[in-house]
């Protein structure tokens, strides 16, 4: 199973961001999947979701305007939009994917992970 995420880069405050992720080496329209970040010396975030069965898409509510998610069941992709990026959204944002059917915002909770795409924001 592997999941490539890429799309990360140096940006400015402001700007909008579009990361990708391609999935291979599992059934993908059996797999939710998420969008993450991590910023340096914090806990990893969950940030999207998009549901597995008719891809519902669910976020954490505080930031939900600033993040849209996607996928391609063709391509076998997920995206995420970021919008308005400031420089308190440096992270390595990563994606994953889980077999269960509900929305999912925890870690634990993905059985599988990209190695991440990094993001600087510059102010």
């Known amino acids: 199973v592997q999941l490539q995420a890429s799309g990360g880069g140096l940006v400015q405050a402001g700007d909008s961001l579009t990361l990708s992720c391609t999935v291979s080496g599992l059934r993908f329209e059996f797999y939710g999947l998420a969008w993450f970040r991590q910023a340096a010396g914090k806990e990893r975030e969950f940030l999207a979701g998009i549901a597995r069965n008719g891809g519902k898409t669910y976020g954490e509510p505080a930031i939900k305007n600033q993040y849209d998610i996607f996928k391609d069941d063709v391509k076998k992709t997920t995206s995420l939009e970021l919008k308005n990026l400031q420089p308190e959204d440096t992270a390595r944002y990563y994606c994953?994917?889980?077999?269960?059917?509900?929305?999912?915002?925890?870690?634990?909770?993905?059985?599988?992970w990209g190695q991440g795409t990094l993001v600087t924001v510059s102010s």
């Open positions: 994953a994917a889980t077999s269960s059917g509900r929305e999912r915002v925890r870690t634990g909770s993905y059985e599988h």
